[in-house]
């Protein structure tokens, strides 16, 4: 018998990212950076990190895109109260709690494992620096700074840093968080995690190795 998982809340988080909340018929365990694979009433599969969970309910953050993975579109527009197949969670891109320093990069939505990841190491009391460092094109695209702003308040190790490739804004850094990966500034981290497009994480990658961070403290998903 299916699993299924019914939209109690949707939010409109920019012009195309939505915010859905999703309630669970039985408690479930997840970890933080796994993720939730629905099937769609199309009956496509679409996999989407957990940005957030309470055992029952489970937050996902999603961009809804028109054209290219049209399937996207497909759970931002649902109704209220539509009930969605799913497997449980999955994923083996989660945090490890350490003591070592860590460095987040992200790039768009990508960035929810890599949120859910910080939430869990304040929860459980980590106290070793992070800075969480991400991209988007425009001032218009940006969500959740208001949170990620409220973290630098609460807990003094933590930063971010964010950048814009298309808009010139004296609060932000301009271009692309690989230009933040100089050894400069990754010589304060020891474990660095990475989530986005698949040539973000790659450059993001051969830029760390050839700092000489050994592979063994990178930890990366890409899509």
Known sequence: MNKIMKL???KKLTHDVYELVFKSEEKIESLPGQFITFILPSWLRRAYSISSADWY???FIIKRLEQWRWWSKEICDLQILTELSY???IGHFVLKENSKTKLFIWTWTWFVP????IKSAFEN?????????????HLEDIFYEDI????????SNFSYWLYLSREDNK??????????????NISNYEEFYICGSPKMVDDARNKLEILWISKENIFFEQY
């Open 8 to 10: 109690t809340q949707i």
């Open 57 to 59: 309910n489970f937050e």
């Open 87 to 89: 497997i449980w969670p």
């Open 114 to 117: 890599l949120y859910s990841q």
């Open 125 to 137: 009391k980590l106290k070793q620096k992070m800075h969480f460092i991400f991209w988007v094109r």
């Open 148 to 155: 990620l702003f409220q973290f630098t308040k609460e807990y």
């Open 171 to 184: 609060n932000y850094y301009k271009w692309y968080v690989t230009d933040y990966l100089i050894k400069e």
